[in-house]
């Protein structure tokens, strides 16, 4: 298994997000990599750098001009407004939204960047600073880099990234996510395999990767998280979200209730993994995040270090090229290790 890091990812430093209405330190820190790299390294396996020249195209294939634009140039035009805070933060949110068949929308009249901010910033949790764009790009090559070797030939790759991806919707940023790596990834996959799958096992539903491949039949998204009724995203992530037009019957989500444990999570993975055989996949992106731990800040579920070898293991019974990219995981004492039992269970059952 190749292993992939770009240290221009630590550049992003959001200093706050909001949770239960108040403002805190955002957990979504640059030592998340820096450990997970460091638990990489102690543990013998060597991270390469992505290549830095894949072409812009592959992130418009899945993100609109009027929101990269806004990643891109947003911070400046903040920093014009008078009196602006240090990172960009909404205060104003359209009523239009993009409707139940997460169509696109078309983007905002107002060209002020306060406006931009409450039409692209889906909420709290994902100001833009300085270097918010410049790390957002390095993670989206990250997760292509990983993409690359895998149709390249190689079984499986890890993509150490972050900011994470999987919260971020086409034209809209939101849980500490901007650009939305997974899926980038999966676009670059398409060519070279008729059908892929996203497992999405973060403990939080994939809402941005569902609504970018919920009309499309060739890219399964298949989701296993805490119930949404009372935990973010709040507003999918739900049983009867069966995917519209080409893509019904591609997209699945498996919702825990809180308290869930290992042998729990284990078992929704099974009909994960019974539903991504059925979709005849030829290959699989995994969105991993180990937010799920027991001891995660975030957390509701009780999933032990044990459990994320388990996982990992099962995974690499489907025997498919797999791209796995890194979202959340907030404990940054345990991230390491955890990253270290998924990747050593992975590897284990793929020797088999
Ligand atoms: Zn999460």
């Known amino acids: 298994m190749r292993l992939f890091f770009c240290p221009e990812q630590l550049a992003h430093r959001p200093a706050q997000f909001m949770i239960a209405g108040r403002l805190v330190p955002s957990l979504e820190a640059p030592e998340r ?3 997970v790299v460091e ?7 060597k991270v390469e750098q992505p290549r830095r020249d894949f072409p812009f195209e592959l992130i418009e294939q899945v993100h609109s001009p009027g929101y990269l634009e806004f990643l891109r140039g947003g911070w400046e035009r903040w920093s014009a407004l008078k009196n602006p805070s240090p990172e960009i933060v909404p205060n104003v949110h359209p009523y239009r939204g993009s409707g139940d068949d997460f169509t696109p929308r078309k983007g905002p009249r107002a060209a002020s960047p306060v406006a931009q901010a409450g039409y692209y910033l889906g909420d709290l949790a994902c100001p833009v600073g300085e270097h918010t764009w410049r790390s957002a790009v390095a993670a989206a090559h990250t997760a292509l880099a990983a993409a690359e ?3 390249a030939g190689e079984h499986a790759a890890y993509a150490v990234c972050r900011p994470p991806g999987h919260h971020a919707q086409a034209d809209r940023a939101a849980g500490f996510c901007y650009l939305n790596n997974v ?4 676009e670059f996959m398409l060519p070279h395999f008729k059908r892929v799958a996203i497992l999405d096992v973060d403990t939080h539903h994939g809402d941005g990767t569902q609504s970018i491949f919920y009309r499309r039949g060739e890219v399964q998204f298949v ?3 805490v119930d949404p009724t009372n935990y973010y995203p709040f ?3 739900y049983a009867d979200e069966y995917g519209a037009g080409e893509g019904e019957g591609a997209n699945l989500n498996i919702p825990l209730q809180p308290g869930s444990g290992d ?3 284990l078992d929704a993975l099974d009909d994960a993994l019974e539903a991504i055989r059925a979709h005849r996949s030829e290959a699989l992106l995994v969105s991993v995040g180990f937010d799920a731990h027991e001891r995660d800040p975030l957390s509701v579920l009780k999933i032990t270090n044990d459990g994320y070898r388990r996982i990992g293991d099962a995974v690499a019974a489907l025997k498919l090229p797999t791209v796995l990219v890194q979202e959340g995981g907030y404990n940054l004492d345990l991230l390491g290790a955890n990253v270290v039992a998924f990747i050593g269970g992975f590897n284990l059952a793929s020797r088999m």
Request: charged share 15%; with cysteine; net charge neutral.
């Open 39 to 45: 638990s990489l390294t102690r543990a013998s396996y």
């Open 235 to 237: 507003f999918s992530g």
């Open 149 to 151: 070797s895998v149709f």
């Open 223 to 225: 989701s296993i998280h």
């Open 183 to 186: 899926a980038i990834a999966a």
């Open 263 to 265: 042998a729990d999570f």
């Open 33 to 35: 990599c820096e450990r």
